[in-house]
């Protein structure tokens, strides 16, 4: 994989494309810094590198070494092709079913993004009444959001039972036992947002 990127980034830093690479990094960086609504500050201390790097950095006039390119990609939490590749179609559209999905039981549960967030699980519940989903626990330290869009998701979780409405939010432990039930008479549907924490060591 770094063999790979390091003639992907050598190919593209020809004499001829040195400025057009210097513009696409830039704005590619700033990009993916204004999506994650962080400051330049806040991203050049992530990375460990001087603010005035990250704002040459964007403003498209550097010529980074490879060790900065993996810096700035690690705080990103993307990959070194994503910050230096061809800008992409502004929008790409995803018809119903396209995404993966599996079902747990009678449970249907989708993937609700195409791409992959490091860190990040966020997928659609789909429980018909009186289905029932017992939760995988996670990393420790991981923290899960579930919110509830239609009927009503009864929660077990950090010894609680708590009913989840239409509209609902509720934060708890990813790394315990925990699991969904839908006790109403209609398919409920919920979401899950899981915030991993990384393996120590």
């Keep these: ?33 204004q999506s994650r609504s962080l400051t330049q500050q806040q991203m050049a201390k992530l990375s460990g590198l001087p603010r005035a790097t990250w704002s040459n950095l964007e403003s498209g006039g550097a010529n980074p070494t490879l060790a900065v390119l993996h810096k ?30 599996r079902g747990r ?12 967030i490091p860190g990040t699980l966020i997928e659609r519940m789909e429980l018909p009444a009186g289905a029932r989903l017992i939760g995988i626990p996670h ?21 609680q039972s708590i009913r989840v409405a239409a509209g609902d939010v509720v934060v708890f432990r990813g790394d315990q036992r925990h699991s969904y039930a839908n006790v109403g008479a209609r398919t409920a549907v919920g979401y899950s947002v899981v915030m991993l924490r990384p393996m120590e060591g």
């Design 1 to 33: 994989m770094l063999s790979y990127v390091l003639i992907y980034c050598h190919e593209a830093i020809r004499p001829d494309m040195t400025d057009d690479l210097a513009e696409r990094l830039g704005r590619n960086v700033r990009q993916l810094r």
């Design 105 to 116: 039981g009678a449970v249907l549960v989708s993937s609700l993004l195409p791409d992959n």
């Design 139 to 159: 990393t420790p330290g991981t923290r899960e959001y579930l919110t509830c869009e239609v009927g009503e998701i009864q929660l077990v979780a950090s010894g």
């Design 72 to 101: 700035v990609a690690a705080a990103l939490q993307v990959s070194l092709e994503e910050i230096v590749a061809p800008p992409r179609a502004e929008a790409k559209h995803y018809p119903k079913g396209t995404l993966p999905s």
